[in-house]
């Protein structure tokens, strides 16, 4: 069963596990997908994805802060200082202090003492009023509080100078982006290319069977599947332009234990090749991969010199686990994450059909 590898913003299946050709850019974090057919995906026969599951994000359990110290007091008085003493005073007699230390000169609880304390404790009771109305108008206004303050500061541009990048750069709302089903007849009725994709002047069906023949002429096997074509079309509006995505998916599986194989993805309106990805858990295989990759969309070129290529650029991505680069007629995207190799090629737009 093939994982799907799907952008958190913008819904769309991601390149090489973490490049996103959409947003171009990577995601450390992308919403991984088991299933046959997402929302807006249709096919025939059962293709390569059965069940559909997300990996759920862990759960950071709360640490144990440690015990507070033992509470140390003073040292507890001598019973003297319970009993009471004698002191002479200026009134000319002699009254007792002692516990509880009552002032003899004053008369208790007179009527001035009764109100002081009445007084103060309505202004407590005032004071706790207020301030559980004020936490319930927050409660009840918070929302729109937030909403405003997250607009003035959007508006003032503060957040682009804090984050130090250009408005170009700001990624747009989710509901700018979030992509719409297109029928699939209409589309095809209508003939138009998608435009959220190069093109190579390469046939899709073509292209797949010239991989299946090389994987049988270099692994000598006869295993090779070709999985069914999984379509996927939708819409997605960036400001006030409007882009399509017409994809076609079809796996070619090497059939050894590996897990090596190529996702080749073709326009489903024009049927040209639009992206080739290659898939290995080992490094000679992942590099045997994208060789055949390149020589199934530039035939003419020679093989040796290819494959002095991609040793070349394995090589430069097992310095930083990533490598961009332009290759031929193709932009290079190869990734290497914990034995898992990943390469993914798209046409340059200099070399685009459209």
């Not at 002479?88 to 002081?116: A, M, Q, S, W």
């Amino acid at each position: 069963m093939k994982k799907r590898y799907l952008c958190p913003v913008c819904d769309h299946e991601l390149t090489a596990k973490s490049f996103c050709p959409e947003c171009k850019r990577l995601r450390k974090e992308p919403i991984i997908y088991e299933g046959d057919f997402l929302p807006n995906e249709s096919g025939s026969g059962a293709g390569v994805l059965e069940t559909a599951a997300v990996k759920p994000k862990d759960t950071w359990s709360a640490g144990s802060y440690g015990s507070a110290p033992a509470r140390t007091g003073s040292k507890r008085p001598s019973p003297d200082a319970y009993q009471n003493t004698r002191y002479p005073d200026t009134c000319g007699g002699k009254h007792t202090y002692g516990i509880p230390n009552v002032d003899p000169h004053r008369r208790k609880n007179t009527l001035e003492d009764e109100k002081k304390k009445d007084g103060s404790g309505m202004k407590i009771v005032g004071r706790l009023f207020f301030a559980a109305a004020l936490i319930l108008v927050i409660i009840l206004c918070w929302e729109p509080i937030k909403m405003t303050a997250l607009k003035l500061w959007k508006d003032s541009g503060l957040e682009t100078v804090f984050n130090g990048e250009d408005a170009s750069d700001e990624e747009p709302d989710d509901s700018d982006i979030y992509p719409q089903e297109v029928d699939e007849e209409e589309i095809l009725a209508v003939g138009e290319p998608c435009n959220g994709h190069t093109h190579y002047d390469v046939d899709g069906q073509l292209y797949v069977d010239t991989l299946a023949g090389y994987c049988k002429e270099l692994w000598q096997s006869e295993d090779i599947q070709i999985s069914d074509a999984v379509t996927s079309n939708w819409l997605s509006s960036y400001g006030d332009r409007d882009y399509t995505y017409y994809e076609k998916s079809v796996y070619v599986d090497i059939g050894d234990d590996t897990g090596s194989y190529f996702r080749i993805v073709s326009d489903t309106v024009t049927g040209e090749v639009m992206q080739v990805s290659v898939s290995a858990s080992e490094k000679d295989a992942a590099q045997k991969l994208l060789l055949l990759a390149g020589c199934g969309l530039n035939p003419a070129t020679d093989r040796n010199q290819l494959w002095q290529e991609v040793q070349g650029f394995f090589s430069d991505a097992e310095e930083e686990g990533y490598l961009f680069t332009e290759w031929g007629t193709s932009d290079l995207y190869v990734s290497i994450d914990e034995g898992s190799y990943y390469c993914t090629l798209e046409c340059l737009d200099e070399y685009d059909k459209y």
